[in-house]
């Protein structure tokens, strides 16, 4: 799948509309999602185009990835989610239910989250 340029996070990284930014580095973006499921939600974002995290692992630089990755525990860390717990997810494709065509990492927490796969 090609990559879209008008998706909203790409929108979002470009500045082109606002989000309530927790955290940037030259890797990654995180912002609280616009419908949070939880009383933390938050999104983790490559600054690079990458569709998916399949698309991401399979052509990002290992730079890239690491990059990510760091900037996502970091974000963990710093919003205080890791001694409680929470969930982590990245949905992909039409089976996953992802609606943003752009890797995105969700963060959930701030109270015990529901079954891991409802219908
Ligand atoms: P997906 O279903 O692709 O894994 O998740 C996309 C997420 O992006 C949803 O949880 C949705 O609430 C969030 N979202 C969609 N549009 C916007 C937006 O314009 N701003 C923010 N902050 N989040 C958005």
Redesign the pocket.
């Known amino acids: 799948m090609a990559y879209d340029d008008n998706n909203?996070f790409a929108k979002?990284l470009r500045g082109d509309?606002p989000?309530?930014k927790v955290y940037e580095d030259d890797f990654a973006l995180a912002?609280?999602?616009?419908?949070a499921k939880a009383p933390v939600h938050v999104?983790v974002i490559p600054k690079g185009k990458y569709v998916s995290i399949a698309d991401f692992g399979a052509t990002a630089s290992e730079k890239e990835i690491a990059g990510f990755y760091r900037a996502v525990s970091k974000v963990a860390n710093d919003l205080g989610l890791v001694k409680e717990g929470f969930r982590s997810i990245a949905?992909t494709g039409i089976n996953g239910?992802?609606?943003?065509p752009h890797f995105?990492v969700?963060l959930l927490g701030g109270k015990k989250i529901g079954p891991m796969v409802s219908d």
């Open positions: 909203v979002i509309i989000a309530k912002f609280h999602d616009i419908g999104l949905n239910g992802q609606e943003v995105h969700h």
